[in-house]
């Protein structure tokens, strides 16, 4: 048995019903934190609600609640506001990714928040590049959303903008070295041994790379930038598979060949649209790497383990991770097209291991994955090595 009840078996990873339950974050457990960042009295910015499902991100309050700690190698939280509000420039040292599900956010970036500017609207993702500074405020309706993943388990906390650190001093905010958030007015102390954060040298400000508009678009995949394979995987061809997959940042766990993705430097993380038919999905298959579905339209069942199987029902932006080695398939249960974001962990290809049946039925079907892990005709793949 490990740590969570559940065995590990040459099957795989077996799922209990707890483990299931637990791993799965519903849109009603989201919960959000107005206090967790240094800016969070400065007018215009002061009616932000801060999410972490995944991971702490990189919150500044010790009273974020956090649905899921477990390590994936990447972080899982969101930003919420009104419409005018603010968050300031920031900067961060692992990948800061943003998925619009709702709105439109006006992104700038730069020392000053001049260097270029971008809009997001729902169904967007952009990924900014780490060692910039960058900020966003909404200019769509109230209830506008973004999700966020963060590179890494770690991710080193962040460096505010100048201006945004004088100015909660202000309003009694200081951030320590350890990136804590000392409130002053709430009776909080600035210890003499205290070592707190400082503005950012004019000189280290210089040094740092600019990007252009052109350059950032580049990083941003748009529902016209993406690119849906009709046959990403073994299964494709066979009933209850059918699942296409938009490669949005590496290369995840396409098996086409000829697929490539939007963004390609590394992240810690890779991400992929995936949409299905009613009925339609992926059949059972296992991997090596942490995995999160988070649905954006739709309703999705995902059967988890081969044998006991336990059954988990998602709707818009709920949420599962995956243990990694479990068996999983999923399934488009919903009346319409569905889709969901698919977040592994790593920055190489995710191999996939599809079920025994999966293999015979396709086989019978003429494919099979090569050697190098993609789909190839089964004729001329050979027998004592392929599948």
Same mark, same amino acid.
């Given at each position: 048995?490990?740590?969570?009840?559940?065995?590990?078996?040459?099957?795989?990873?077996?799922?209990?019903?707890?483990?299931?339950?637990?791993?799965?974050?519903?849109?009603?457990?989201?919960?959000?934190?107005?206090?967790?960042?240094?800016?969070?009295?400065?007018?215009?910015?002061? %009616?932000?609600?801060?999410? +972490?499902?995944?991971?702490?991100?990189?919150?500044?309050?010790?009273?974020?609640?956090?649905?899921?700690?477990?390590?994936?190698?990447?972080?899982?939280? +969101?930003?919420?506001?009104?419409?005018?509000?603010?968050?300031?420039?920031?900067?961060?040292? /692992?990948?800061?990714?943003?998925?619009?599900?709702?709105?439109?956010?006006?992104?700038?970036?730069?020392?000053?928040?001049?260097?270029?500017?971008?809009?997001?609207?729902?169904?967007?993702?952009?990924?900014?590049?780490?060692?910039?500074?960058?900020?966003?405020?909404?200019?769509?309706?109230?209830?506008?959303?973004?999700?966020?993943?963060?590179?890494?388990?770690?991710?080193?906390?962040?460096?505010?903008?100048?201006?945004?650190? %004088?100015?909660?001093?202000?309003?009694?905010?200081?951030?320590?070295?350890?990136?804590?958030?000392?409130?002053?007015?709430?009776?909080?102390?600035?210890?003499?041994?205290?070592?707190?954060?400082?503005?950012?040298?004019?000189?280290?400000?210089?040094?740092?790379?600019?990007?252009?508009?052109?350059?950032?678009? #580049?990083?941003?995949?748009?529902? /016209?930038?993406?690119?849906?394979?009709?046959?990403?995987?073994?299964?494709?061809?066979?009933?209850?598979?059918? +699942?296409?997959?938009?490669?949005?940042?590496?290369?995840?766990? /396409?098996?086409?060949?000829?697929?490539?993705?939007?963004?390609?430097?590394?992240?810690?993380?890779?991400?992929?649209?995936?949409?299905?038919?009613?009925?339609?999905?992926?059949?059972?298959?296992?991997?090596?790497?942490?995995?999160?579905?988070?649905?954006?339209?739709?309703?999705?069942?995902?059967?988890?383990?081969?044998?006991?199987?336990? /059954?988990?029902?998602?709707?818009?932006?709920?949420?599962?991770?995956?243990?990694?080695?479990?068996? #999983?398939?999923?399934?488009?249960?919903?009346?319409?097209?569905?889709?969901?974001?698919?977040?592994?962990?790593?920055?190489?290809?995710?191999?996939?291991?599809?079920?025994?049946?999966?293999?015979?039925?396709?086989?019978?079907?003429?494919?099979?994955?090569?050697?190098?892990?993609?789909? +190839?005709?089964?004729?001329?793949?050979?027998?004592?090595?392929?599948?």
């Amino acid at each position: 048995m490990n740590e969570e009840g559940s065995t590990v078996t040459s099957d795989g990873h077996t799922v209990t019903e707890a483990e299931a339950a637990r791993r799965t974050i519903r849109r009603s457990d989201f919960v959000s934190c107005n206090q967790a960042f240094i800016d969070c009295r400065t007018p215009g910015s002061d %009616r932000k609600e801060n999410y +972490a499902m995944i991971g702490p991100g990189v919150t500044q309050s010790a009273d974020q609640v956090v649905n899921l700690r477990e390590p994936h190698g990447y972080n899982i939280g +969101a930003a919420a506001m009104p419409n005018g509000i603010t968050n300031n420039l920031h900067l961060h040292f /692992t990948a800061e990714v943003f998925y619009c599900f709702r709105g439109e956010f006006l992104l700038r970036w730069g020392a000053d928040g001049q260097d270029g500017e971008l809009v997001l609207r729902e169904g967007d993702i952009a990924s900014m590049p780490t060692w910039i500074f960058r900020g966003f405020t909404n200019i769509g309706p109230d209830d506008g959303w973004l999700f966020t993943t963060l590179g890494h388990d770690d991710t080193g906390g962040i460096i505010w903008g100048p201006s945004v650190l %004088r100015e909660a001093e202000g309003h009694g905010l200081y951030l320590t070295a350890e990136n804590q958030l000392v409130d002053t007015l709430a009776g909080d102390e600035v210890g003499e041994d205290t070592e707190l954060v400082r503005p950012m040298p004019p000189e280290q400000i210089a040094r740092l790379r600019s990007y252009t508009a052109d350059e950032m678009r #580049r990083r941003v995949a748009t529902s /016209t930038d993406l690119e849906f394979s009709p046959a990403p995987f073994l299964d494709s061809a066979l009933p209850g598979g059918g +699942a296409q997959l938009a490669l949005v940042i590496g290369y995840g766990m /396409t098996e086409d060949l000829h697929q490539e993705p939007r963004v390609y430097n590394p992240h810690g993380h890779n991400v992929a649209w995936l949409r299905a038919e009613p009925g339609e999905g992926m059949l059972p298959h296992r991997h090596a790497e942490t995995q999160v579905l988070l649905v954006k339209d739709g309703e999705w069942e995902v059967t988890l383990n081969l044998h006991d199987e336990v /059954t988990v029902r998602l709707g818009p932006w709920d949420m599962l991770s995956v243990p990694r080695g479990a068996w #999983r398939a999923l399934r488009n249960t919903g009346d319409d097209t569905a889709t969901m974001l698919v977040i592994n962990g790593g920055d190489g290809r995710v191999r996939l291991e599809w079920d025994d049946e999966v293999v015979k039925a396709a086989a019978d079907a003429g494919v099979a994955t090569d050697h190098n892990g993609y789909v +190839a005709p089964y004729a001329l793949v050979p027998r004592a090595l392929g599948r």
